[in-house]
């Protein structure tokens, strides 16, 4: 925790209420970060004020959350989460909390979090305050809920999901009684909305254990976006070689998942996920690829890549390589660089041109269309004469 010193726009933050007499402390995932010795995300405050009394304090102050008594401090173009602590009873109190009393508050604020290493709270001046054993679950490499786990997680499923995807990050256990009450629970996934199911699934697929998506289809948590039952993936840890791209991700997912059987269709578990549409069209087409024959001859690959563009061609020769061997994204590449026509934009000759040689309407499209395969399959003719001669030699046939 000693190398990592909160920035300078935080510690403001945290003397300026001070300063007001408010009591504030960096609490939740930063706290958790320093102790395992990473830069956190994010830094996240609670304190003592209420949101309006944050609000006089800096009076730049965004209420991005006021119903849960959260407002955004931008200080020098960076912001902090200021979050008043939450308790069920009377605000009154908190302008001038007795000590006694202010620990009980910040108990209760602690409590309400989802796990014990994300339940502590550290004070300006280094106090660490750990009323759940976070600590020493964070030193055992452990992930438990703060109070009872089947309770938690009927409160906010998606809390389910947050325990896998920590374990995939920090590479923990998930404690037995918070996992057995997780296969207990995970019917419950289904109540969730699709897009907070998919951050989580995406930032589980952005780690280094992948994998753990299959975990949590084995769970049941991804019932119904699954035509079967889940199961464990082991296959997809070969997924971790990837690039960190959210598309690299899903696209190898939805392989595997294909490959499986779990889903049938691509395009309907990732529209029912929410992902957006150039994901879905890219996993679409890249599976579709995938699901072929290996391309063998640079013409294959150049048609693939008029056909699908070549970031979905790239990416799915990618997942190919990490999933199955192979060095298909080397070949690629080298075609790539060769500066091979493959797409109309760069063939030789324009339609212009080829209406000038009388050509109209669909005759048009299919000379271009032919001209196009013909310079895929002999890339050194992609020479204006020498088509527009070839061009005007066809139409006498
Ligand atoms: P990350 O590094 O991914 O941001 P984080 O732990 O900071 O991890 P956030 O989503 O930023 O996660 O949430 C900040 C804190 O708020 C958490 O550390 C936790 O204390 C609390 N929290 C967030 N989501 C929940 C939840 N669903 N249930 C209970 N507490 C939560
Ligand atoms: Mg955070």
Request: glycine share 6%; net charge neutral.
């Given at each position: 925790?000693?190398?990592?010193t909160?920035p300078?726009?935080?510690?403001q933050?945290?003397?300026s209420?001070?300063?007001?007499?408010?009591?504030?402390?960096?609490?939740?995932?930063?706290?958790r970060?320093?102790?395992?010795g990473?830069?956190?995300?994010?830094?996240d405050?609670?304190?003592?004020?209420l949101?309006?009394?944050?609000?006089?304090?800096?009076?730049?102050?965004?209420?991005?959350?006021?119903?849960h008594?959260?407002?955004?401090?931008?200080?020098?173009?960076?912001?902090?989460e200021v979050?008043?602590?939450?308790?069920?009873?009377?605000?009154?109190?908190?302008?001038?909390?007795?000590?006694?009393?202010?620990?009980?508050?910040?108990?209760?604020?602690l409590s309400?979090?989802?796990?014990?290493?994300?339940?502590m709270?550290?004070?300006?001046?280094?106090?660490?305050?750990?009323?759940y054993?976070?600590?020493?679950?964070?030193r055992?490499?452990c992930?438990?809920?703060?109070g009872e786990?089947?309770k938690?997680?009927?409160?906010?499923a998606?809390?389910?999901?947050?325990?896998?995807?920590?374990?995939?990050?920090?590479d923990?256990?998930?404690?037995?009684?918070?996992?057995a009450?997780?296969?207990?629970?995970?019917?419950l996934?289904s109540?969730?909305?699709?897009?907070?199911?998919?951050?989580?699934v995406?930032k589980?697929?952005?780690?280094k254990?992948p994998?753990?998506v299959?975990?949590?289809?084995q769970?049941?948590?991804?019932?119904?976006f699954?035509?079967k039952?889940?199961?464990?993936?082991?296959?997809?840890?070969?997924?971790?070689?990837l690039p960190?791209?959210?598309?690299?991700r899903?696209?190898a997912?939805?392989?595997?998942?294909?490959?499986?059987?779990l889903?049938s269709d691509?395009?309907d578990?990732?529209?029912?996920l929410?992902?957006?549409?150039?994901?879905?069209?890219c996993?679409t087409?890249?599976?579709a690829?995938?699901?072929?024959?290996k391309?063998?001859?640079p013409?294959?690959?150049?048609?693939?890549?008029?056909?699908?563009?070549?970031?979905t061609v790239?990416c799915?020769?990618?997942?190919?390589?990490?999933l199955?061997?192979?060095?298909s994204?080397?070949?690629?590449?080298?075609?790539?660089?060769?500066?091979?026509c493959?797409?109309?934009k760069?063939?030789?000759?324009?339609?212009?041109d080829?209406?000038?040689?009388?050509?109209?309407?669909?005759?048009?499209?299919?000379?271009?269309?032919?001209?196009?395969?013909?310079?895929?399959e002999?890339p050194?003719?992609?020479r204006?004469?020498?088509?527009?001669s070839l061009?005007?030699?066809?139409?006498e046939?």
């Amino acid at each position: 925790m000693e190398n990592i010193t909160p920035p300078k726009h935080v510690l403001q933050v945290l003397r300026s209420l001070k300063a007001r007499g408010y009591v504030a402390y960096l609490v939740g995932g930063c706290v958790r970060d320093m102790v395992l010795g990473v830069h956190p995300n994010d830094w996240d405050i609670c304190t003592s004020a209420l949101p309006e009394q944050v609000l006089e304090v800096f009076p730049h102050a965004r209420p991005t959350g006021i119903r849960h008594g959260t407002v955004t401090v931008d200080i020098n173009s960076r912001h902090v989460e200021v979050t008043t602590f939450r308790s069920e009873g009377d605000y009154a109190d908190h302008r001038h909390p007795s000590t006694v009393h202010f620990v009980g508050e910040l108990t209760t604020d602690l409590s309400r979090r989802d796990f014990t290493m994300n339940a502590m709270a550290l004070s300006p001046d280094g106090l660490l305050l750990d009323p759940y054993g976070g600590l020493e679950d964070i030193r055992r490499r452990c992930i438990r809920c703060v109070g009872e786990a089947p309770k938690r997680f009927e409160e906010d499923a998606l809390r389910m999901f947050r325990a896998l995807r920590f374990s995939a990050r920090l590479d923990f256990f998930i404690a037995e009684d918070t996992l057995a009450a997780i296969s207990q629970k995970a019917p419950l996934a289904s109540s969730l909305a699709a897009e907070r199911v998919r951050d989580e699934v995406e930032k589980t697929l952005l780690t280094k254990k992948p994998e753990t998506v299959g975990r949590m289809a084995q769970l049941g948590l991804l019932d119904v976006f699954l035509t079967k039952p889940g199961k464990e993936l082991p296959e997809f840890s070969a997924a971790a070689s990837l690039p960190k791209k959210a598309l690299d991700r899903w696209m190898a997912l939805c392989l595997v998942l294909i490959r499986r059987g779990l889903i049938s269709d691509t395009r309907d578990f990732l529209t029912a996920l929410k992902l957006d549409s150039r994901t879905i069209r890219c996993c679409t087409d890249g599976v579709a690829l995938l699901s072929q024959p290996k391309p063998s001859t640079p013409p294959d690959w150049k048609r693939l890549l008029c056909r699908m563009g070549v970031d979905t061609v790239s990416c799915a020769a990618r997942c190919l390589d990490a999933l199955d061997g192979g060095s298909s994204y080397r070949e690629l590449k080298a075609i790539l660089k060769s500066g091979d026509c493959f797409t109309m934009k760069h063939l030789a000759v324009t339609g212009d041109d080829l209406a000038e040689l009388g050509f109209r309407g669909r005759e048009l499209g299919e000379m271009l269309a032919f001209l196009l395969d013909y310079v895929i399959e002999y890339p050194a003719n992609n020479r204006r004469e020498l088509l527009l001669s070839l061009a005007g030699n066809t139409e006498e046939l």
